[in-house]
């Protein structure tokens, strides 16, 4: 949900949503054990911070792509 979020603040122009959202998913992943992801997150909080929209769109299809990693190692996990 928070990524999906993140990716329409952007689309939006809505860059302190974007640096908000960044900041409590890198917390969440943190918590979940995903700290790679965590991590992307962090880069994406500076970049908003500098509204470097480019290295912004990087970041967002970087977490994006390790949302989808983690999201089904999770589901393995929970299948056994």
């Not at 790679?36 to 970041?59: K, N, Q």
């Amino acid at each position: 949900e928070r990524v999906r979020g993140m990716r329409q603040a952007f689309t939006t122009g809505d860059l302190q949503q974007v640096q908000r959202d960044a900041h409590r998913l890198k917390g969440t992943c943190g918590n979940m054990g995903a700290p790679y992801m965590g991590e992307l997150c962090g880069h994406l909080e500076v970049a908003a911070e500098s509204a470097g929209r480019e290295s912004m769109a990087l970041r967002l299809a970087e977490i994006e792509k390790e949302f989808r990693l983690v999201e089904r190692a999770l589901m393995s996990d929970m299948r056994g």
